[in-house]
């Protein structure tokens, strides 16, 4: 459905992004997991055309037309959506104007049918619908910024680490409802997250992220059972002393 090949992304003189190169399954979840820094929310910035002038090198297909350098509303109205690290919802406007403003480039009244969708999804912003966005809780903003961007109907939705700053009750609500609507709507989702764990609940496909480039990729269970993996982001060590230490501290193989 998409398809990245071998992009370089710079910003002035810094190579953000270093020959990266994935395919989105349509109707799948699939996780991109590393580090604060590693380049991951420069992938979605870079297909979304939020970057000008980028990417510096390599091709971005849509089923199989090329979206590079093409102007983000263009890109939108292709059915791309965005959900922004830190949210970013409007906060003068009330939770249902902000709604409104992600069915900006519909008509008709399907988009009626869709905000019953949503508050059928996140109950608590239909409670809070005529209440302003930037007095709701961080949980609550988030969920408003997925429903946003779930109100264009899209084909495939971008989140940006979703979990940033919530409490880890919070943070299963919001995987269960990605699951959910991936499941029930068919929606197609790329998901940038640094909690490795959450993320491999949920996708059917990972990539692995470091310094600009990606380090290894297969399904759930083949990240899950990597050595590395394990250890340095799932924080599950392996390799002990008999006194339950470990030895010394080892280097990623992928280096």
């Known amino acids: 459905m998409l398809e990245v090949k071998n992009i370089e992304t710079l910003y002035g003189l810094v190579m953000a992004l270093r020959g990266v190169s994935l395919k989105l399954e349509e109707g799948k979840i699939t996780?991109?997991?590393?580090?604060?820094?590693?380049?991951?929310?420069?992938?979605?910035?870079?297909?979304?055309?939020?970057?000008?002038?980028?990417?510096?090198?390599?091709?971005?297909?849509?089923?199989?037309?090329?979206?590079?350098?093409?102007?983000?509303?263009?890109?939108?109205r292709q059915g791309l959506a965005y959900v922004p690290e830190g949210r970013q919802v409007f906060d003068e406007l009330t939770v249902q104007e902000n709604l409104m403003m992600g069915a900006y480039t519909r008509r008709g009244p399907t988009v009626r049918q869709d905000l019953t969708r949503v508050y059928g999804l996140f109950p608590r912003l239909s409670e809070r619908a005529r209440q302003l966005a930037g007095t709701l809780s961080g949980g609550e903003q988030q969920m408003l910024a997925m429903g946003r961007a779930l109100m264009m109907r899209p084909r495939i939705m971008f989140l940006d680490e979703p979990s940033l700053g919530l409490s880890p009750l919070l943070v299963r609500e919001i995987f269960a409802t990605i699951a959910r609507i991936n499941q029930e709507d068919g929606t197609t989702i790329l998901l940038v997250e640094q909690n490795a764990a959450m993320a491999l609940g949920v996708c059917h496909h990972g990539y692995v992220m470091e310094n600009g480039r990606f380090v290894l990729a297969g399904t759930p269970a083949e990240l899950l059972a990597d050595e590395d993996v394990r250890e340095f982001y799932l924080g599950i060590k392996s390799e002990v002393s008999v006194k339950g230490f470990q030895r010394y501290k080892r280097k990623k193989r992928w280096r």
Request: hydrophobic share 40%.
């Open 31 to 76: 996780a991109i997991l590393g580090a604060n820094g590693a380049g991951k929310s420069t992938i979605i910035k870079t297909i979304m055309g939020m970057i000008e002038d980028q990417p510096d090198k390599g091709t971005i297909l849509l089923d199989d037309k090329t979206i590079a350098h093409k102007d983000t509303e263009w890109i939108v």
